[in-house]
């Protein structure tokens, strides 16, 4: 199903539904007749419905530019160690670590969108 929106609401603390689904509800809308569906299920369990837009956010290419990244950091770590500078190895291999470690929320938010 393409989400075009999102309706969300905050579950009133008396509420018998705040036991089962928490303190937010979010449900997804592919269409117009749809999102009107969820507004009036979230206004029947006493919730304020606030709906919005789904975002695009174009994970591959972010995850591509950070995967080009650590390689570019160890192909100058290594090119670093080989012509004996060992401080920009060490700033290289920062970056090398600095940049996998963000490729991983990248690549979970990639994974989750699918």
Same mark, same amino acid.
């Given at each position: 199903m393409t989400t075009s929106h999102y309706v969300r609401?905050?579950?009133p603390?008396?509420?018998?539904? @705040? !036991? %089962? !689904?928490? @303190?937010?509800?979010? %449900?997804?809308? !592919?269409?117009?007749?749809?999102l009107a569906d969820r507004v @009036?299920?979230?206004r029947r369990a006493n919730v304020d419905p606030v709906v919005l837009p789904a975002r695009y956010v174009p994970w591959t290419p972010i995850a591509l530019s950070l995967a080009a990244g650590v390689l570019a950091a160890v192909a100058t770590?290594?090119?670093a160690i080989l012509t004996g500078h060992p401080a920009l !190895?060490?700033?290289?291999?920062?970056a090398?670590?600095?940049l996998g470690v963000a490729l991983f929320?990248? %690549?979970?938010?990639q994974e989750m969108d699918r």
């Open positions: 609401g905050q579950v603390p008396d509420s018998p539904l @705040r !036991a %089962l !689904a928490g @303190r937010t509800v979010t %449900l997804p809308a !592919a269409d117009l007749p749809q @009036r299920e979230l770590a290594l090119a !190895a060490w700033a290289a291999a920062g090398m670590v600095l929320p990248v %690549l979970t938010h």
